[in-house]
Every structure is written in C-alpha cells, then in structure tokens.
C-alpha cells in the first residue's frame, strides 16, 4: 500500500466515522424507535382483534412490506412536497425507516405475542384481570423476550439500511466515505473503510445483543429486594427467602 | 350456590356436553369423574367461560346469566369470585411466587398492597410454599408449581374453586402434595368441584361425585354411595376399571 493510500484512509477514518456517530446511529436509533411503537400497535390491533384497525393494520403491513424501501423514501422526500408537505432530509429518513420497519416489527410483535400459551391468558382471566390487564401484565412482558432476537436482527439491519438516505441527501457515514472516494479516486479503499465502520458499529449491537438476552430470563437473584419489606405487616424479612 | 342448567355445548359439530345440570352448595366437595372426552374439562371451562357454551344457564352467588348472551362484565363478576386451577398449573412465568399470588388481589382486585401481602404470606404459608416466594415459576418442581396455583387461586378468597385434573400433569411422586393441600382445604369448609382422575381423593374427599359420561351425567351422588353400591352399570364398570389401575 503507497503512503499515499494510508495517509487517506487514515485521515478519512473519522471524517467517516464522526459522521456516522452523529448522523448514523441518531438516524438508527430514531427510526427503530418509531418501528418499535408502529410495530407494537399494528400487533396489538391485530391480536385484540379490533374491527377496521384490524384491517388497517394488514393493509399498512401489505403496502410498506411490499414496496421497495428506497421507493418509499423517494416518495416520502421527493413525492409528498408536491401535495404541500416538505420534509427536511433527516426527518424524512426517520419516518421512511420506521415507518417501513414497523411492518417488518409489526409481524415479529404478533408471533412473539401468538408464541405465549394459552394458559397464561385464561389464568390472568381467572384471577380477575381484564384483557388490557392481562396484555399489560402478563402477555406482553412475556412476548417480549421472544421478540427481542428478530428485532434486533432487524435494528442490525436497519443500521445498514440507513446508507441509503445518502440518496436523500442526508449526509450520514456512507454519504461521507462517498465523498472523500470522489475527491480521492480511491473508491476501493474507503468504500471498505466504510464498510468497516458499518461492522465495528453492528459488531458493537451483537455484543449489546448477547448482553441483554442473559438479563431477559426470569430467574430469582441474590439481592432481589422486597418491595413491600415496609409494610410491617407481622411477617419478617427472612420469610421472604 | 353454584348451579349450571341444561348446558350443552358442541366442538365443530361434535357435541361435548348433552344437557349438564350441575349443582354445587356451600362447603361441599364434589369430584367429577368419567372416562377421558367425557366432557369433564369442558364443563368447568364452560362454567368459567374459558369456552362459551352453546346453551345454559348458570345461578351463581344469587344472580341468573344465561351462558350465551352474558355480558363481559359479568363474567368477570362471575370470574372475580370463581378460583380456577389448571391442570398446566399456568403461573405467569414472568412474575415471582409472590408477585403471582399478589396480582389477582392487587391489579384485578385494587386490594392494599400491605393488606394483599399479608394474605399472600397467609395462603403461601398454607401450601407451604413460604419459602419459595421470590422464586420464578421455572425455578420450581411441578407439584410446586401446582401449590402456588392454588394459593394464587384461594388468595382472594373466592366462593367456590375449580379444579381441572390439577394433578395429571404431575409425577405420582409429586401428586401426594398437591392433594395433601386440596384435602387440607376440604377439611377447612372450601366449596370446591374437582374433575379429576384420582378415585382415593374422590371417595375419601369428596362429599358428593358425578359421573359423566359422552357428554351427559351418568350417576351422581354421596360419594361413598356411589363408590360402595353404584346404581348404573357404567359407573360400575368404570370403577372397577378404575380400581384395577389403583
């Protein structure tokens, strides 16, 4: 490799990198945060069974799992100014990614949420729960360990996605390395610099991933504490185990 | 106190149950025996609107429903003082022995939290499962689990408590405590229905049995009647078949 050729890449390694800390992972994190509420009410109306929204929800799922991301991008930023709705590039971004992955969470909520046994229902019935108690309470802190592993296979995926507002003009990590390539003639070399940076960041989720699914199984601790300890209601500590 | 009239209900055109009347009053024990796909589940699903039956009508705690047109909020009225326990024990996996016991008093019943601990300690204390309370479902054996269920099903104090075979998802092993615990609350005056396979419990426990057979009640009556001197010859035949198991 010429001096030349480290000297760039060197120099460029955080004019890629700063942008994708600060437009990249904002864009990510934004827009998952939008599929994660999209998602959880598209499941909800579908599993309660609510007429109309039920339908809505199936058509909602049809239209943005149907239709290329990019296309939904395009209409979003270049299509939806011509009936008097501009957006600026970021916010257009994040609401064609959430928008679009919260089809995609929509159906892991739902099978996450089918995944439950029966049982769990009509016990929360028994004890007097309504269904929004039951979903609230039981259902739904159960469904979510279940999901946890496909959403963030899809928040790995919507991390490499988001290169593609580079062609909305939103300046995020891809869109820098792209520039740098066009002024430095080394389009080999920083678009694998760029995908380097891709990696660190998703291998840095990977690591996030493995880390919280050990914290979503239900298993008593050592030093769980009692809630109710200061009730002083006759019983002492110890008989809490 | 509790009583179920010509109840009928059909699974995809093949009826289950052929016109049950059932009556329970207060502080009895009765077993409902019979030969598996008798419709013994489904009557006590039927009671506690698990399914909807397809005709019926229940009295329970001096009000009449009848079973297809109940409204929402009177099964829960009905359920509110119904205990239920499965045979799958179905704890919520999610939540602690204790917080499983203390859910129905504290969210469904919006009881005190310091009043509700005490009565989880109470009837823990009663399955004898005070030491396990910060457990999680998974963390215990079957017939654990099966205590907790009960304690979380007598908690609130209910008027009458069903049991669905709570003892045949379990190891013979571990069958014993479980029916230790049901006998305890027999002697204590619970109004319980019990559908199940053990006939000792039946015979020793139960103040009165059914027998249902495809769907209808074959014979019902004090249980040492029914166990000693059977009028049907179906009874007959299914307690020596029965007892030859035992």
Known sequence: ????????????????????????????????????????????????????????????????????????????????????????????????????????????????????????????????????????????????????????????????????????????????????????????ALYCEAALIYLIFSTALTWLQNWIEKKLVWKSGENDKDKDADCGCGRNKAMVG | MLEVKNIHKSFSKSPVLRGIDFKVEKGEVVAVIGPSGSGKTTLLRCISFLEKADEGEIVFDEYTHDMVHISKRDIKKVRMNMGFVFQSFNLFSNMTVYDNVMEGLVTARKMDRCEARKKTFEVLEKVGMLDKTKNYPGELSGGQQQRVAIARAIAPDPKVILFDEPTSALDPELTGEVLDVMKKLAKEGTTMVVVTHEMGFARDVAS?????????????????????NPKEERTRQFLSAMSKHE
């Open chain 2, 208 to 228: 009165r049995v059914v027998f249902m057979e495809n769907g209808v009640v074959v014979e019902e009556g004090k249980a040492k009647e029914l166990f000693e």
């Open chain 1, 1 to 188: 490799m010429s001096d030349r050729l480290v000297d760039i890449l060197v120099t460029s390694f955080m004019r890629i990198l700063i942008p994708g800390i600060k437009v990249t992972i904002p864009l990510t994190l934004l827009s998952f945060l939008l599929s994660l509420v999209i998602g959880l009410l598209l499941a909800l109306v579908q599993v309660a069974n609510i007429k109309g929204l039920k339908e809505f929800a199936r058509f909602y799922i049809w239209i943005f799992r149907g239709t290329p991301l990019i296309v939904q991008l395009f209409i979003i930023f270049f299509g939806l100014p011509s009936i008097g709705i501009t957006l600026d590039a970021f916010p257009a971004a994040v609401l064609a990614f959430g928008m679009n992955l919260g089809a995609y969470n929509a159906e892991v909520f739902r099978s996450a949420i089918m995944a439950i046994p029966k049982g769990q229902l009509e016990a929360a019935y028994m004890i007097g729960l309504n269904y929004p108690q039951a979903m609230a309470r039981v259902i739904l802190p159960q469904s979510f360990p279940v999901a946890f592993p496909n959403l963030f296979n899809n928040l790995i995926s919507l991390l490499k996605d988001t290169s593609l507002a580079a062609s909305i003009t939103v300046i995020e990590l891809f869109t820098s390395a792209q520039q740098i390539a066009a002024r430095t003639y080394e389009p080999f």
